[in-house]
């Protein structure tokens, strides 16, 4: 495959970082995902640190400059040279303009594939997904249970909830996801590069529709 940016679009809980942790084994290259890089900063003792902690803790956006900043320190890394995957970026037009421009200089195809999933499910899986903080590997109390209650099957670690994964800020982040993504999915469909992929069916299911339309014509 030649070098590519492949961007998974979806609404929080779609099954962004469970599909671009497959595909980054698929195709060995990086998973980027900036929920993860954001939680990272926010664990810092420092005042961007605080800013960006309050900002998620209420399920709204981290502003555009912040953003720019760590998309392109991360992405100028070696590891990203043959191609990478985005996990939640962009979720805006300024998000996509920038993207645009990293990838031309960068001499990358972009791909992009959203995932489809109805607001209903989307509440039990952010309510019911737990995470094991060692390897990442993502659960569901009602989809996907560990083999014993709160444990990871694949280190025994102690599976942990996300803040954000409880009511009020899962409802804000619904929210913003149409306030503030819903254009930017209206921008990539009417240029026809889009691929839209129905969410609510089995994990693998999901995968192999994404593997076409990542290996599939441009798109
Ligand atoms: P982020 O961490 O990216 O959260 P999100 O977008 O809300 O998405 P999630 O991680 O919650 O869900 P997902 O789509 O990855 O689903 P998953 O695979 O885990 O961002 C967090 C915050 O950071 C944002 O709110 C914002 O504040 C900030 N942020 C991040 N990026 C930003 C940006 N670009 N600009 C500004 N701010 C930014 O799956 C969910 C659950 O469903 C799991 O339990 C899983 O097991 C289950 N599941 C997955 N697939 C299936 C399936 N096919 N069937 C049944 N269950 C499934």
Do not use: W
Not at 46 to 55: D, Y
Not at 65 to 78: D, G, H, K, S
Request: aromatic fraction near 6%; charged fraction near 30%; glycine fraction near 8%.
């Amino acid at each position: 495959m030649s070098s590519k940016i492949i961007v998974i679009i979806g609404a929080p809980g779609a099954g962004k970082g469970t599909q671009s942790r497959l595909l980054s084994e698929e195709y060995g290259y990086p998973q980027i995902s900036t929920g993860e890089i954001l939680r990272e900063m926010a664990r810092a003792d420092t005042a961007l640190g605080q800013t960006v902690k309050e900002t998620m803790a209420e399920g709204r956006l981290v502003s555009d400059e912040i953003l720019a900043e760590v998309i392109r320190a991360r992405t100028t890394q070696p590891d990203c040279k043959d191609g990478y995957i985005l996990d939640g970026y962009p979720r805006t037009l300024d998000q996509a303009r920038l993207l645009e421009e990293l990838a031309s200089q960068q001499g990358k195809q972009i791909r992009f594939a959203r995932i489809v999933v109805s607001e209903e499910a989307l509440s039990k899986r952010l309510m019911g997904r737990r995470a094991c903080p060692r390897c990442g590997e993502i659960y569901n109390i009602y989809f996907r249970p560990p083999k014993v209650d709160g444990v990871c099957d694949l280190d025994g670690a102690e599976l942990v909830q996300r803040s954000d994964d409880h009511p009020e800020p899962v409802i804000r982040r619904l929210e913003e996801y149409k306030r503030s993504t819903a254009p930017l999915i209206d921008y990539y469909s009417k240029s026809g590069r889009l691929i839209e992929i129905n969410g609510e069916q089995p994990v693998d299911d999901v995968f192999e529709k994404l593997l076409a339309a990542v290996d599939g014509p441009n798109n």
